[in-house]
């Protein structure tokens, strides 16, 4: 990975390069503050870290940035100085210590030491390949050691990591490590840690991802839990950084493979101790670092090696107590090896460890003076000493004895002597002693150690507890403050190194470490406390007031505030929309949790006095009406002259009066606080009702008094003592009209029973209902089909002559369907000569054919369909016989035409006087624009020429025939009548023409007719 690029499983990038964290990354080159960004060291999840150089001197640095939420937690910044106090006192290179704490950019940012080398995944990278193997035992061994080294260094301070991720370890050149990020995840907080976290998208652990490890990768099952934890997460996090050096893997706790199956010639102590690392309990896992470093010194399988001998060394590194520094080498060794645990010992074994260290600890004495007297040997030297336990030393000699009863007996060799005597918490004192040969008694002599006593003096708030803990971390209670705060204790404590503690209810304690008490002066400490914050809460009934501190709104009851800070000038208002405001004068204290109940609210109210007659009646029996009178306010009901309505709540209302068989107009009204409110209503008759009871699925549509109303539900409201009239329309049903007229909330039911509209009659003109598509009756008869053979302008088609028999009538469009008429049908408009009333052109035979299927089936549903009757496009014969209408001649106006007689061109015949021509249109005209035949059909002659149903022939079938049958089969089919752009001796009744029945043409439309079903 290029130093310059930050790991992109840090910043929230993933592999597309989709943006996740919003946590900006510092290009190098880009200026902040007085630095210079050299390169991006490693991006997590809190905080980025930066190797960055100073604008003008050009010193380097490295700079963390942390999360832009952090810098609106005061506390975060706070508890970062003090980790930069607690790291100032640390002894160790691999920990960098935070040399600055500021705020640039508005980005909380620390200032450490430059860290060189690469990160642990850049080592990675180099040293090993991903997939097939890993660092090896030696190197991994080494790494492992300094880790465990640094972090018990760390725990036995009271820091802990917690997100030793591979991008927060750098390996140095001489292949020493530094760590970045020691303590910050315990200063951050947990609140403000989730706070960051839910703000990111954080990276999920990958097997995929080896040669890096993120902050998930390392997260131990605790951590993820979310439950208590403790430094034991970072020997997880060892555990997991052990297992991928070694493997060049990612550890995988559903299904771990052990270490050895991965790595050929691993010795097998590797597996337990992984294991060990990696259990899922905390409490199964080495409960300290020096646990694990003596188990990772055991795994090595040559205990001579040079790796072991580090792991030694980091285990001696581990810092020791001073008070077991004090004791010597020995006790050094058993501390060491009792804080580590009985690792690979049992109980036994570790006592018999303990003996014999005991009895073989070479002791470097440069003469031995004196020793106790034993049972029967006369003494040279008796001491009595005060206290009873006390030591006893030969100045210049290693020699000591302990007094344990007040006295001892010694055998010492003759020789003047410095007799040291000291006990704790006593002034030492110093006896010349002389032993001569050949003594004939013993030198007794008596010493009183002097107690170092000291005084105390403390000031602090009145009312504190005062205790210390000494050396043994015994805690003494000394007492109390007095009124003034002071605290004052005359030779109570011995003199010495104490740590202070003042504690008082409602202020955070204060803890004075390292206090040195000196004999014979009175110490004067120091110990102001800060009051903790007090919380206040606040309920009212009802709920939901505006709460107000000092001026300040805090929310709506109940209301907690947390973090007042303590004074007795607090003033809280109470308030709430439609109620009058209260307000209590609080005294709150120190750390007290203080609950004000503001009682119930009195609602801000209005009189109201109103006046009411009904309409239609006296004064009197307007009085007797009021009895069973309501007053609507809102949603509120009152009875009318309730004692209520003196108490209105303020606000805006809408007001009637209700009466069971009267009511009154709504009255808009706003009324304020106090206010008295006069008003008069007038009451008018409640309407009746008609419910309508209709057959299922029919839709009527309703006019009442000629207006169309529209119908909620089945009862319609009309108005008392007053006659009204009801229209109702069903789709295919004829209109029904009834008249009522109903008292007040009187009830009728309209049983309603539609009778449907006719069909057409035999022998009668119908008109389609709703579309108004006008067909009139052709009666049963007979007609020559053809021409005969002297008419002008006849073709070989219009032949041979057919007699036609019709045994039955039909009905024939009046007109020819119009574009209006196609559009209401087929939702479409084909036509090129745009206009309603034209006829709709440019139209295949198919369409026309639809379009009558769609009639049939309309009027098939509504049951107005004649028995075997369909609406469908004409025989030749039918349509022929209509236009004829009873006529012989070629047209049914007679033997001569010209442009006033229909929508076509010329004249007919050709000779017709040039005086009865006339200008001649382009395209169609409106339907009806000239003259019907005898049966009321328009345009039979010209205009658009008119589909049949019938396949065309060249030839018409001669003979006799009765209700014949269409011609089927084949693509072309006749049109019948000519169109405008056909000249008149091609609009004659007889003439024929055909055309594919996918043709369109402007000059092609069609007529429909209902005739028996073919």
């Not at 344990?404 to 002693?433: C, F, W």
């Not at 009139?776 to 021409?787: H, I, R, T």
């Not at 015949?909 to 003259?931: C, F, H, I, K, N």
Request: glycine residues 8%; charged residues 25%; aromatic residues 8%.
């Amino acid at each position: 990975m290029d130093n310059d690029e930050p790991n992109p499983e840090k910043t929230g990038q993933n592999a597309q390069g989709g943006e996740k964290l919003k946590h900006r990354v510092l290009k190098p080159g880009e200026s902040f503050g007085n630095f210079r960004v050299v390169k991006c060291l490693c991006a997590g999840l809190i905080a980025n870290y930066y190797h960055m150089q100073h604008i003008r001197d050009l010193h380097d640095v490295t700079v963390g940035i942390f999360h832009h939420r952090t810098a609106k937690d005061p506390k975060f910044a706070k508890r970062l100085q003090t980790l930069q106090k607690t790291l100032k006192g640390f002894d160790h290179e691999g920990i960098p210590k935070i040399r600055d704490c500021t705020l640039i950019n508005e980005d909380l940012c620390i200032f450490l030491d430059p860290i060189k080398g690469q990160t642990l995944s850049q080592y990675f990278d180099a040293h090993a390949t991903p997939g097939l193997e890993g660092l090896g035992q030696e190197a991994t061994t080494r790494i492992m050691a300094q880790l465990l080294g640094l972090l018990g260094y760390a725990h036995t301070q009271g820091l802990d990591h917690r997100d030793i991720d591979s991008d927060m370890v750098f390996v140095q050149e001489d292949g020493s490590i530094r760590v970045l990020g020691l303590g910050v995840k315990a200063a951050l907080g947990t609140e403000l840690f989730e706070e960051v976290v839910s703000a990111s998208v954080s990276p999920l652990a990958s097997n995929k991802t080896l040669g890096r490890l993120n902050s998930f990768d390392v997260m131990s099952p605790e951590y993820k839990a979310g439950v208590l934890e403790d430094s034991r997460v970072d020997l997880f996090c060892v555990g997991v950084i052990g297992y991928w050096l070694l493997t060049a893997r990612k550890p995988d706790r559903a299904n771990l493979e052990m270490p050895t199956s991965l790595v050929e010639g691993l010795p097998s102590k590797w597996d337990g101790f992984l294991a060990r690392l990696l259990e899922r309990e905390q409490d199964e896992r080495y409960q300290s670092c020096k646990m694990a470093l003596l188990a990772l010194k055991d795994a090595d399988d040559e205990p001579e090696s040079e790796s072991a001998g580090f792991v030694q060394r980091q285990i001696d590194r581990i810092p020791v107590p001073k008070s077991i520094l004090d004791r010597g080498e020995l006790a050094i060794r058993i501390y060491r090896l009792s804080l580590i645990g009985f690792v690979g010992l049992t109980l036994t074994a570790l006592a018999a460890f303990f003996m014999e260290v005991a009895f073989t600890e070479e002791q470097d004495y440069s003469k031995e003076v004196a020793q106790r007297a034993l049972e029967g040997q006369p003494p040279q030297l008796i001491v009595e000493v005060q206290p009873p336990v006390s030591k006893l030393s030969f100045s210049g000699y290693e020699d000591s004895f302990i007094a344990n009863n007040g006295r001892l007996e010694l055998r010492v060799i003759p020789g003047q002597y410095k007799l040291r005597v000291s006990a704790p918490h006593h002034m030492e004192k110093v006896e010349m002693v002389e032993i001569t040969a050949g003594q004939a008694s013993p030198k007794t002599i008596s010493v009183e150690l002097v107690p170092a006593w000291t005084d105390i003096q403390i000031r602090s708030e009145p009312g504190a507890t005062v205790s210390v803990i000494d050396s043994r971390d015994i805690e003494i209670e000394l007492g109390f403050t007095d009124e003034a705060g002071t605290f004052f204790l005359k030779k109570g404590l011995f003199a010495g190194t104490y740590q202070v503690i003042v504690k008082k209810d409602g202020y955070e304690s204060a803890v004075l470490k390292d206090q040195q008490l000196n004999f014979g002066e009175v110490s004067s400490i120091e110990a102001p406390l800060k009051p903790l914050p007090a919380s206040l809460t606040v309920d009212t009934d009802p709920p939901g007031a505006r709460i107000m501190v000092n001026d300040v709104e805090v929310g709506r009851s109940p209301v907690v505030v947390d973090d007042i800070i303590p004074n007795d000038q607090y003033l809280v208002v109470a308030q709430l929309e439609g109620y009058r405001s209260i307000g209590r004068h609080i005294d709150i204290g120190p750390g007290k949790d203080v609950a004000v109940d503001m009682g119930e609210l009195v609602p801000k109210s209005a009189e109201l006095r109103l006046d009411a007659t009904f309409e239609g009646l006296d004064a009197a029996a307007s009085r007797a009406m009021l009895e069973e009178t309501s007053v609507v306010l809102g949603d509120l009901r009152y009875p009318f002259g309730s004692a209520e309505l003196k108490f209105v709540p303020e606000g805006e209302y809408s007001i009637r009066l209700e009466h069971p068989l009267y009511v009154s107009d709504a009255k808009d009204i706003t009324l304020a606080d106090r206010d008295v409110k006069e008003m008069s209503f007038t009451l008018v008759p409640r309407p009746g009702e008609v419910q309508l009871v209709m057959p299922a699925k029919l839709e009527p549509r309703i006019r009442l008094n000629q207006k169309e109303i529209e119908l909620e539900g089945d009862t319609i409201s009309i108005p008392a003592f007053r006659t009204v009239e009801f229209e109702l329309r069903i789709k295919n049903h004829l209109t029904m009209v009834r008249t009522f007229e109903l008292k007040p909330k009187e009830k009728v039911i309209w049983e309603v029973n539609p009778v449907p509209i006719p069909g057409p009659t035999e022998g009668q003109d119908w008109t389609m209902p709703y579309f108004g598509f006008r067909l009139a009756w052709v009666p049963p008869g007979k007609f020559l089909m053809g021409s005969p053979l002297p008419e002008q302008g006849r073709l070989p088609n219009e032949g041979e002559r057919t007699e036609v028999t019709f045994t039955q009538g039909y009905w024939a469009g009046v007109y020819e369907v119009t574009q209006a008429g196609f559009r209401e049908i087929m939702d479409k408009m084909p036509s090129d000569f745009v206009g309603a009333k034209r006829p709709v052109d440019t139209v295949t035979w198919e369409e026309a054919n639809m379009f009558c299927q769609m009639l049939t089936s309309l009027e098939r549903d509504a049951g107005r369909l004649p028995e075997g009757f369909v609406y469908r496009l004409p025989t030749e014969a039918e349509w022929e016989y209509a236009a004829r209408a009873g006529t012989t001649t070629p047209f049914h106006f007679g033997d001569q035409a010209d442009t006033t007689l229909g929508n076509f061109r010329g004249v007919y015949p050709r000779e017709l006087d040039d005086g009865q021509r006339v200008t001649e249109s382009y395209g169609t005209e409106p339907v009806g624009s000239y003259s019907p035949n005898a049966y009321g059909l328009y345009d039979i002659h010209g205009n658009v020429s008119e589909w049949t149903i019938e396949a065309y022939n060249g030839r018409l079938p001669g003979g006799k025939l009765t209700d014949p049958e269409p011609r089927t089969g084949g693509s072309r089919y006749t049109l019948r009548g000519g169109s405008w752009e056909d000249f008149a001796v091609r609009v004659r009744s007889a003439a024929r023409t055909e055309a594919r029945k996918d043709t369109e043409s402007n000059a092609i439309g069609f007529r429909v007719f209902l005739a028996p079903e073919l």
